[in-house]
């Protein structure tokens, strides 16, 4: 007999989080985090890109890192508890801009040429994960980069539909005449992948 599937968690789980605890998962202070946070810039291939998604602001460490990397980042988050402290954290780098908004539900109405999924996809059910997927390709320009980090023990305290590797896997097992697989690195409790998206007219 098949379980239920779990479901996409919601923006009042986050806000939640948030309320008890500013920085839940320790983003500021987390050696761990520093150090996969390190290993995400170095994987980007491109030392710049002129217009950046990031899906999950969290707090906002990592947007920070990122503006460094991008003329212009538009970070979008479910949580506006969250996405208040990255706002403040942010105030001074004018080339970012934040948005409420909860995928795949809604999606910028953009094209950009570096996506980045870091600790988000395993929130998402499968279904939604699917739809999610559809929209970051359709929204990323050819020759585009899409850069994958996910923690991959299963952590049940968190209730989490997917695992990390079921978030990765799935990516990679797109046709590769739309997504072309550049780097992977696998940590001790994350895993990293960066695809390219493939310029249609080129296949």
Known sequence: MDLPQKQTLTPDYFDALYS????????ETSEYEAQKYAATLAALSKDHYQSALEIGTSIG????????RCTSLLSIDVSEIAQQQAITRCQSLLNIRFQLMCVPKAYPNEQFDLTVLSEVGYY??????????QLMLQHLE??????????????DDY???LSGDEVHESFLALPSSQLKHLKGDRADKYRLDLFERVDDEST
């Not at 947007?63 to 460094?68: I, K, S, V, Y």
């Open 20 to 27: 008890l605890d500013p920085d839940p998962w320790k983003f």
């Open 61 to 68: 460490v990592l947007t920070e890192m990122l503006a460094g």
């Open 124 to 133: 998402w059910c499968r279904e939604d994960l699917e739809k999610a997927q």
């Open 142 to 155: 050819p020759g585009g980069h899409l850069l994958l980090v996910h923690w991959t023990p299963y952590d």
């Open 159 to 161: 209730h989490n539909p």
